[in-house]
C-alpha cells in the first residue's frame, strides 16, 4: 500500500509539473516561431510550430485526466460511450502528429545541409505547408478505427476494447509505430545531417541554421530518451503476460509502467 500511495504522489506532483512546463515551454515555442519572421518562412520551424501546437493540445487534454485517475481514482469516463471512443483517439493520434513533425524536422535538416542543389529544394516552406496538412489528415483517419473497437463494457463498466485484433495492434503501435520507426528515422537523418555538416562549409555562415540543426538533434535524443523506455517496458509486459505474478511483483511492474509513461510526456513537454 506505501508502494501506491507513493505512485499517487508522484503521478500528481510530476503530472502537475510536467502541465504546467508544457503549457509554458509550448506557449514560449508558438509564439517564438510565429512572431520571428525567419523563423515563419523556415520549413523547420514551421515543423517545430506544428509539434509546438500538437503538444500543447496533447498535454493540456490527456495529463489533467492522467492525474485525476492515478491519483484520485476519478472515473473519467461517467459510462459515456462517446467519450470512451473521444479518449482513445486523443491518445494516439496528436502524439503520432508530434512525432512525425519531429520526423519531418530532421529530414528537412538533411535536405537544407546537402550538397546536392535537388535535395536542397526540398526544403521550401510552401512544401512544409502541404506535407503538414497531409499529416494532420492521415493520422486523424488512421485513428478512425479505435471509434469502432473501443466503448463502455457492459459488464465492469470500464472502457476498453473487446476486440482481439487490439491485443495484436497495441504491441505493433508501440513498439513498432511509436518507438522503433520514429527513432530509426530520426537517427538515420541525424547522422546523415552530421555528415553534410563535415562536408560543407557553407553552414558557417548560417547560424540561424546552425541553431535549428542543434534543436533537431535535441529532439532526437528526447525521443530516444522519453520514448524507448516505454517501449520496452511495453515489450517485458507482452513477453510476460502468460508468467503466474503475485502481488507484489504486478505492485512492481505497475509502479515501474506509470514512471515510464509519465517519462514519455517530458516528450511532448520539452520538444
Known sequence: MSLTRDLQQITFYTGLFLLVFGII????????????????????????????????????????IRILTDSYGVDIYGGSDVWCKVRQFCLPVPALISIAFSCLATIDQFFVTSKINILRNCSQIKWAHRISI?????FSLYGTHLFFVYGISPGSQTCKSEDPAIAVYVPIYLLGIIC?????????????????????????ELHYDRQLIRMTLIHIALVAISLV???????????????????????????????????????????
Not at 510565429?34 to 515563419?40: A, E, L, N, P, S
Not at 497531409?134 to 492521415?138: D, P, T, W
Not at 538515420?188 to 555538416?197: D, E, V
Open 25 to 64: 515551454g509550448n506557449g514560449i515555442n508558438i509564439l517564438v516561431f510565429t512572431k520571428v519572421r525567419i523563423y515563419r518562412i523556415n520549413p523547420c520551424t514551421f515543423y517545430f510550430l506544428m509539434g509546438s501546437i500538437d503538444n500543447l493540445f496533447y498535454v493540456c487534454l490527456n495529463l489533467p
Open 229 to 271: 523506455p516505454y517501449g520496452v517496458a511495453k515489450a517485458y509486459a507482452l513477453i510476460t503476460s502468460n508468467v503466474t505474478k503475485d502481488s507484489d511483483r504486478q505492485t512492481k511492474e505497475y509502479f515501474a509502467t506509470t514512471i515510464v509513461t509519465l517519462e514519455t510526456y517530458f516528450y511532448y513537454v520539452v520538444c
Open 180 to 204: 522503433a520507426i520514429p527513432v530509426g528515422i530520426m537517427t538515420l537523418f541525424g547522422l546523415l545531417t552530421y555528415r553534410n555538416i563535415r562536408q560543407t562549409i557553407r553552414l558557417a
Open 134 to 138: 497531409i499529416v494532420v489528415i492521415f
